[in-house]
T-cell receptor, first 112, second 117 residues
Framework: ETGVTQSPTHLIKTRGQQVTLRCSSQ?????VSWYQQALGQGPQFIFQ???????GRGNFPPRFSGLQFPNYSSELNVNALELDDSALYLC???????????FGPGTRLTVL | KNQVEQSPQSLIILEGKNCTLQ??????????LRWYKQDTGRGPVSLTI?????NTKSNGRYTATLDADTKQSSLHITASQLSDSASYIC????????????????FGAGTQVVVTP
């Protein structure tokens, strides 16, 4: 176990709906990154948060947004869900100066 | 084009046998290379991290090698066990990466390993 937790474990939504995924980072970690992993592919970077500010973003549209809270937990929000949004969503946390990040177990999102 | 290519895409091996996974990358300038193990439906777990100056690193029955000149890495699994069944992902980062740039990591698509009794 890495100490990074995510909720919910699984989620089923329909096209056009909105979803919020949650991540609690490992104690002492103030950076959280979010990834989307399609079946059979490596994770794709969505964005990262450092001290409640977004400070890096991958090639994802604005309907993917996030938040980080003072306790460094984080949310990923996806609006106007599309079928292609079906994937495993991973969050990872890291501490300042570290070259390692620790992944949570992921949330499996299915869009019908 | 993906800057990290892994091969084979998948393999099946008998319990107790050895296997080797390959990772070729074009990321430059290179900083470090990581191998992760990812069980189905779970998050990746780090196996090894190697910097430019390291040629080999072991973690139990897992041994990673790195040739920074040819930009190739391999992960060798010795005496495979059923619990080794997972996807193994190679991840490369460029020089100058700091903790505010995790987006600069380049992930391979992974090699799916199935260990059969």
């Amino acid at each position: 176990e890495t100490g990074v937790t995510q909720s919910p474990t699984h989620l089923i939504k329909t096209r056009g709906q909105q979803v919020t995924l949650r991540c609690s980072s490992q104690s002492g970690h103030n950076t959280v990154s979010w990834y989307q992993q399609a079946l059979g592919q490596g994770p794709q970077f969505i964005f990262q948060y450092y001290r409640e500010e977004e400070n890096g973003r991958g090639n994802f549209p604005p309907r993917f947004s996030g938040l980080q809270f003072p306790n460094y937990s984080s949310e990923l929000n996806v609006n106007a869900l599309e079928l292609d949004d079906s994937a495993l969503y991973l969050c990872a946390s890291s501490s300042p100066g570290s070259n390692e990040q620790f992944f949570g177990p992921g949330t499996r999102l299915t869009v019908l | 084009k993906n800057q990290v290519e892994q091969s084979p895409q998948s393999l099946i091996i008998l319990e107790g046998k050895n296997c080797t996974l390959q990772c070729n990358y074009t990321v430059s300038p290179f900083s470090n290379l990581r191998w992760y193990k990812q069980d189905t439906g779970r998050g990746p777990v780090s196996l090894t991290i190697m910097t430019f100056s390291e040629n080999t690193k072991s973690n139990g029955r897992y041994t990673a090698t790195l040739d920074a000149d040819t930009k190739q890495s391999s992960l060798h699994i010795t005496a495979s066990q059923l619990s080794d069944s997972a996807s193994y992902i190679c991840v490369v980062s460029a020089s100058g990466m700091t903790t505010d740039s995790w987006g600069k990591l380049q992930f391979g698509a992974g090699t799916q390993v199935v260990v059969t009794p």
